[in-house]
């Protein structure tokens, strides 16, 4: 039936651990520096870096929207942050770890894809390249995001 792929990657940030997972876990910071993300809205808004609570992502890219259902996985500052996405065709954990650097922060971002129906796999293969690039774009957005925050 369906399917799992692993993508990981890694970057350093030139910024403390505690700011980088601060721009990681907090939803109007992620808003911010994530291009693709339109909105992230939690069901208990003050518990918006528990783990276990849900939200709704909404995703714009180009003139599609795109909703998905979302959960804190875990959350540990400074050293990992990591939430669910799913939709009908795909289950994804998207996995920051935050190693602290002195000063500086290396980050190792993994994408574990589920996919739900052979369908879905399908398309995950046929869609793996840009996934990939999306993933490290995201990470690079991460880190320019941080950099800047911390020189203005």
């Not at 692993?6 to 910024?15: E, G, N, Q, R």
């Not at 992620?30 to 939200?55: C, D, L, M, N």
Request: net charge positive.
């Amino acid at each position: 039936m369906g399917g799992l792929s692993i993508l990981k990657h890694t970057v350093i940030i030139k910024a403390p651990a505690r700011f980088v997972f601060e721009q990681l876990s907090t939803p109007s910071a992620r808003e911010t520096w994530t291009k693709v993300i339109e909105s992230i809205r939690y069901e208990q808004p003050s518990e918006e870096k528990a783990e276990g609570a849900s939200f709704i992502q909404i995703q714009k890219e180009g003139a599609m929207r795109t909703s998905f259902h979302g959960k804190n996985v875990a959350v540990f500052e400074p050293e990992t942050y990591s939430y669910s996405l799913e939709s009908k065709a795909f289950k994804m954990v998207i996995s920051y770890h935050l190693e602290d650097l002195q000063g500086e922060t290396k980050v190792t971002q993994t994408y574990e894809v589920i996919y739900l129906s052979t369908f879905a796999k399908i398309m995950g293969k046929l869609s793996s390249k840009l996934t990939e690039k999306l993933a490290q774009a995201l990470l690079q957005q991460l880190k320019r995001y941080c950099e800047d925050a911390l020189t203005k």
